[in-house]
T-cell receptor, first 114, second 112 residues
Framework: NAGVTQTPKFRILKIGQSMTLQCAQD?????MYWYRQDPGMGLKLIYY???????DKGEVPNGYNVSRSTTEDFPLRLELAAPSQTSVYFC?????????????FGDGTRLSIL | DAKTTQPPSMDCAEGRAANLPCNHS???????VYWYRQIHSQGPQYIIH???NNETNEMASLIITEDRKSSTLILPHATLRDTAVYYC?????????????FGAGTTVTVRA
């Protein structure tokens, strides 16, 4: 029972490099989300998807891109990494979008941009 | 969404029940009460949620008052691994606002 799996767990990037954070869920959830959490702060929604082929921006989408080609996978792409993107990134999924069903989170990817 | 109020911190003895209170006096009829926790350096973990009936699962019990203005999360036999920040939030059943917003939560320290 894997739930939401994120890879890698840790990564250090140089300014200007690019990378893809991977997220996969095995719960057949329609909705998937990407959040970032800065030290001592709350969650900020980056992007979300309501189903395969459908994505939309959250509150802090600049500098990121996503795709959702399958129900299971929702990768987050960082282009031209900047120090402000140093954060912990969490992927989450839920069966539906409202409060009727909970969001389940992965263990996060800790990203440092130097 | 309705706001919630939680005590900033509480201690609990290992093996004892931990009772975590939450006030949500402005909750509306279609809003669920949710509990999550975040153990240091880990992702938020869903614990339990309910609308108006008491709920129990393998992790915890949720007691919601009849007027729904407050609730209590009960960890029946706290262990050291239950040390975490616990968040009580309310979520409308139907909403296009998908973002989870946690407040300051309650920092629970389980002591041996």
């Amino acid at each position: 029972n894997a739930g939401v799996t994120q890879t890698p767990k840790f990564r250090i990037l140089k300014i200007g490099q690019s990378m893809t954070l991977q997220c996969a869920q095995d719960m057949n959830h329609n909705y998937m989300y990407w959040y970032r959490q800065d030290p001592g702060m709350g969650l900020k929604l980056i992007y979300y998807s309501v189903g395969a082929g459908i994505t939309d921006k959250g509150e802090v989408p600049n500098g990121y891109n996503v795709s959702r080609s399958t129900t299971e996978d929702f990768p987050l792409r960082l282009e031209l990494a900047a120090p402000s993107q140093t954060s912990v990134y969490f992927c989450a999924s839920s069966y539906s979008g409202g409060g009727y069903q909970p969001q389940h989170f992965g263990d996060g990817t800790r990203l440092s941009i130097l | 969404d309705a706001k919630t109020t939680q005590p900033p911190s509480m201690d609990c003895a290992e093996g004892r029940a931990a009772n975590l209170p939450c006030n949500h006096s402005t909750i509306s009829g279609n809003e669920y009460v949710y509990w999550y926790r975040q153990i240091h350096s880990q992702g938020p973990q869903y614990i339990i949620h309910g609308l108006k009936n008491n709920e129990t699962n393998e992790m915890a019990s949720l007691i919601i008052t009849e007027d729904r203005k407050s609730s209590t999360l009960i960890l029946p036999h706290a262990t050291l691994r239950d040390t975490a920040v616990y968040y009580c939030i309310v979520r409308p059943r139907l909403s296009n606002d998908y973002k989870l917003s946690f407040g300051a939560g309650t920092t629970v320290t389980v002591r041996a």
